[in-house]
């Protein structure tokens, strides 16, 4: 019989171990070893069948066991001593707390989907986990930083593999009462809620999750309530589930939603509302609309409340491609804000951030990117590459700009290390060198022997060969639960063997396959008999990508090939408990994208922060830290023909890599069996990438060079009654209507031999036209460097150049025309060009490209 309705009954402690229920509660025992000690102490085996979460172990773990332990003082003392060390942890200052000047009070981190710990399945892949390290690493740090997402009662979904290789995929039901969360209630013990206006005198409400994260809070707005209609309830149902629709009213929700339930946070707790707004991705836009919506209620014009919320959001882009970013149609978007939704807010005005209105754009659509740079006053990707990728993407947006002055830069991404890297790891480190911290630990010293490091490393991979057993026995019971798995599944890989991991979503240009172009040589490449290697695979395919689910169909069915089978495994479900054994376990890392599609790509940096080696293709964080010693380099073959031949190239650059140099690196032995060659690249990687990897490095960067220039920009905007902005404002219209008339009419040049050599200096001179503008409005700027093919300038500089002075209190009339002078050292040898420029000026813009405004001599 099944049961018509499940929910969980969570268990009383007795009061001895109430530091039980603390310590549940508070994720910070995702990361925090000791702590997850002390719960699998209380039962092995429930916490093995629980998957690690402490408030399902807490449920399923016997009373006499509870009293049992409630009894023990030796428990009830270590139960207390790491509450202790928990309320330390929250409360005593931290880096953020020591940081010298102004710093933001509070940050809104705003995310469609966050991956904290397997418990809590509310992410889907690359963004959720990147999101969760965020949060992790900004609790770390002391930031002050509130999460805003979503609750998703069946999170992504559930996968599994048939018989034929294809994905299936299920969706549970999740008990958030069986989470790590609880309901954010109001003085008086009702749940507090979130409601928006919707188009047919519709409202949707939302009830507002918490779990706390370490030192930072999470919201998660869930709309599964008797309070909306039946296909209102449906809206957060699923993680990027449903049509065009359903997705915006997710949107909407999270991002207009978001700032709502921030406020009643804040009037329930007295804590002020974030200064700074952080929009991961374009999905929680609309957060900008909320806020500029009350500012309008305070008295303030659209274009006023703009400034003031451009100058306090950051928005992050993470994909590289125009067809991974959500746009909606117009007429959708005109039909919700149609209504009571934002009062004060024109239609026009929305549709006005949002709009393609560049070349190439389509007239039809809404582009959330596209809004999400128009909101933000500073922007960023996810890699150096991909700052490179996302400014010739976005380019359009300030026409006559070279890419690289469009304002958008780079923060790469980084991994939590205390989450991703292995146990058996920070224990070595905090035995032989001093710190459990392994992004700290001198790798290259003699108190930790190549020996020990490479026993831990073969510990690491027998403990993902067990894992992967365990699953494929597990999988195969499900699907064929009156059989006996087949014995063969008892001797799956090899925990001595070379082992090569590949995990993650499974779009096409992700190349799942391509190390299957050639099955015959790859086959002979894994059954070396003398250098053997061996495949660990898994990701997911969202599920309206066929293309994607015939890609892993295809590597499901090559790895049932009875020769190999016991060589390479595709295990179904790939989540944070899967990744957590297949990070570590995996000697070699492999990422094989189309060059330049991978934003980041931070599979390989958990890898590298257990000692594994990448060999990947140069895109994302790869591009900017490979040196040589920390893996290998599959090349691209950029200039090829046509994706086939490019297949061809780059999976041939990949066996030779495999065969000729990762193998017998691998393989070649002292005396004492340690693969010394081998061991050099493990200690550099170690050494090298862990602190640069480390999500902490990331949180820093995100401080000190956008959320701090963030909030300083945000109270200008702000102070005395929000006069900055209303100024700034009235100057962008003025400037915007008098450009049209701006010129450089003439550019002279001076002072150089007939043969310029290094240290000369350039004079220019450019009569500029100003069109009814004030010099003060401008900058005229020689924007010089080394001229390449069709004479483009390549590392172009910038120098301001001067001219008379003229009062800002200067006549009504300002001068038709101005002569700018200056000059250039000629400061390298080789091809030398330059030109001139004029872009708008003012205190309070972080760009000089940030109207899109410019004026180039011809």
Known sequence: MKAIRRFTVRSVLPESLSALGELAANLRWAWHEPTRQIF???????????????????????????????????????????????????????????????????????????????????YSGGLGILAGDHLKAASDLGVPIIGVGLFYRSGYFTQAISREGWQEESYPVLDPDGLPLSVLRLADGTPAQVVLALPGDRALYARIWQAQVGRVRLLMLDTDIPDNDDDLRSVTDRLYGGGGEHRLL???????????????????????????????????????????????????????????????????????????????????????????????????????????????????????????????????????????????????????????????????????????????????????????DTTAADWASEAVTDAELWAVRGDMRRQLVLDARRRVTEAWREQ???????????????????????????PTYKRLTLMLHDPARLKSIMLNPERPIQFVIAGKSHPADEEGKRLIQKLVQFASDPEVRQHIVFLPNYDIGMAQLLYPGTDVWLNNPLRPLEA????????????????????????????????????????????????????????????????????????????????QSIRHTLATLSPELSAERMVREYVQRLYIPAASAERVMTA???????????????????????????????????????????????????????????????LYGHAVHGDDIADAAAVELSTPHVPETAAAEPPAELVYSGTVELARAGSFGYTVRVVPKHANLASPAELGLIAVAR
């Open 40 to 122: 699998a102490h209380i039962s092995p085996d429930d916490w093995q069948a629980t998957l690690g979460d402490p408030v399902a172990l807490l449920g399923a773990v016997r009373p006499e066991r509870l009293e049992q332990l409630a009894a023990d003082p030796g428990f009830v003392a270590w139960a207390n001593s790491l509450r202790d060390d928990l309320n330390a942890y929250l409360s005593e200052p931290r880096w953020y707390q020591g940081l010298e000047g102004a710093r933001p009070r509070s940050i809104g981190y705003f995310s469609p989907e966050f991956g904290i710990a397997a418990a809590l399945p509310q």
């Open 250 to 436: 997710q949107e909407l929700l999270l991002g207009i939603g978001g700032v709502r339930a921030l406020e009643v946070v804040s009037e329930l707790t007295d804590q002020p509302m974030p200064e700074v707004y952080h929009t991961n991705e374009g999905h929680a836009g609309f957060l900008g609309l909320e806020r500029i919506s009350n500012l309008i209620g305070g008295g303030l014009s659209f274009d006023e409340a703009l400034q003031v919320v451009r100058a306090g959001t950051v928005f992050t882009t993470h994909t590289p491609v125009p067809a991974g970013i959500d746009r909606f149609d117009r007429s959708l978007i005109a039909r919700y804000f149609s209504t009571d939704m934002l009062p004060g807010l024109e239609v026009d005005s929305v549709l006005s951030l949002g709009a393609e209105d560049y070349d190439g754009g389509s007239p039809e659509v809404f582009n959330m990117a596209v809004m999400g740079l128009r909101l933000g006053q500073r922007a960023n990707g996810v890699s150096v590459l991909h700052g490179e990728v996302s400014r010739g993407m976005f380019n359009g947006l300030w026409p006559g700009f070279d890419r690289g002055d469009v304002p958008i830069t780079s923060v790469t991404n980084g991994v939590h290390a205390p989450t991703w890297t292995d146990p058996l790891l920070q224990e070595l480190s905090r035995a032989k060198l001093g710190t459990g």
């Open 480 to 506: 064929n639960p009156d059989s006996i798995p087949p014995t063969w599944f008892q001797t799956l890989l090899d925990p001595n063997v070379l082992t090569i991991g590949f995990a993650r979503r499974v």
């Open 600 to 679: 980041c790509g931070t599979s390989g940096m958990k890898a590298a922060l257990n000692g594994g080696l990448n060999l990947s293709i140069l895109d994302g964080w790869w591009n900017e830290y490979y040196d040589g010693e920390n893996g290998w380099a599959i090349p691209t073959a950029d200039s090829a023909g046509d994706a086939e031949e490019r297949d061809t190239l780059e999976s041939e650059a990949l066996y030779d890599l495999m065969e000729n140099q990762v193998a017998p690196r691998f393989y070649d032995r002292d005396a004492d069996g340690i693969p010394v060659r081998w061991m």
């Open 720 to 782: 005395d009654d929000h006069e900055a902005a209303r100024e700034l404002a009235a100057w962008k219209e003025r400037v915007r209507s008098l450009w049209g008339g701006v010129a450089v009419v003439h550019v002279e040049s001076g002072g150089l031999d007939d043969t310029p050599q290094v240290g000369d200096v350039l004079h220019v001179r450019a009569h500029i036209q100003l069109g009814g503008l004030s010099p003060h409005d401008v900058a005229v700027e020689v």
